[in-house]
């Protein structure tokens, strides 16, 4: 779990600043380019036998990417790939004696970044590079846009199907891609969600390619959603260990981000649920952005119980609770965020059922049980939610750990025979993640 974190990606970023500025000059051997197309940018991943010296520049008319590889060979098997994306075509050969040249021809004018990365798992050096279109993709429309005024809104989803594009994720007993198996839960999981009156999802992404952890969360907070979700498969060294596990914010994690939103000033001027950090008292913005990370991180243990539950009626769970990790994807300080471990591929049993779009729709419809129960005990104000608990005339109470019947019944003025029987209970004991429903009047 928390060795894919670094899989997932974010000792990339710092691996690669320092490799890129202190590379020595060496003779290296470019042994393949992969490319893969995403909505927000193009990245080309050169496969290096070592550090290598590379000049990057941009010329137009027409519009073109042209990179220098110092004192390199192909070797034999190189061959250029077809060009997708932003790209039109990729053309490679010798640059005088000793270097190598490659061109990318492009569609557009574009903003490349480049890095070396040093080798990671069963990846050797690659030099990257990503092409980022001049002009910005469309804003995302968020429900309140989309919905006609005044109308109960749906709920939004948020999915996030991990890894992507030169992030295989972890790899299966069979040699199936993690990456892969979470697109198409994530894919099932949209359109189960699609078709329940009330919800609505989106997808952070939906192809092949890869998004940095931030821009994952960061693509929910701009939507305005209600929940995210991100999507994965396990993995471990020994092949018996299965089962599905969700996952919530460490408060180590919680901490940590809102230290670094105090002290980002782009940040601070972000609205984080609802309210602008942007004051000048230190006190009073720290304040605000506890307010939003505490009610967001209790939103999120509720869901996360009520998931975890429901898998449960359909699968082998891996931990009988919900576990919490500082995953980068989950620390939007005001969007509930869950990650769910649909099983583990390393698993050969379980990697079949992955691989099976039978039990990936059963998995789908117990995770979208889960956040029904959720969005019917607390659903946001102005959505349909909110407007049939008030049409049904019924409230509903999640049990939290260490809440007795007693507790529950007083806090909405009820008593314990009326709780017992408005939820047929024998006796008095309830579990934490419970649904109650609340009897009016
Ligand atoms: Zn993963």
Redesign the pocket.
Known sequence: MRN?QLK?GWGMGLAASLLATIAPAHAAEVKALRIWAGPEYTRAVFDVSGPLDYKLFDLANPNRIVLDLHASTFTADYGTPGAKGLLKAVRSGKQGAKDLRVVFDLEQGVRPKSFLLAPAEKFGYRLVLDLYPKTKPAVVKTMQEIMPPGAPRNVLIAIDA??GGDDP??IGAAGTY?KVITLAVARELKRVVDREPGMSAILTRDGDYFIPHKERYQKARDAKADLFVSV??DAFTKSEARGSSVWVLSPRGATSEAARWLADRENRADLVGGVSLDTRDDTLAAVLLDLSQGATMEASGSVANQVHASMRKVGPTHKNYVERANFIVLRSPDVPSILVETAFISNPAEEKRLNNPAERTKLAEAIVDGMRNYFRATPPPGTLFASNMKRDKVSRHIVSTGETLSVIAARHGTSVTALRSANKLAGDSVRAGDVLEIPQG
Do not use: L, V, W
Request: a neutral charge.
């Open positions: 894919r997932c991990g890894h994720g972890s993690e994965h498969a």
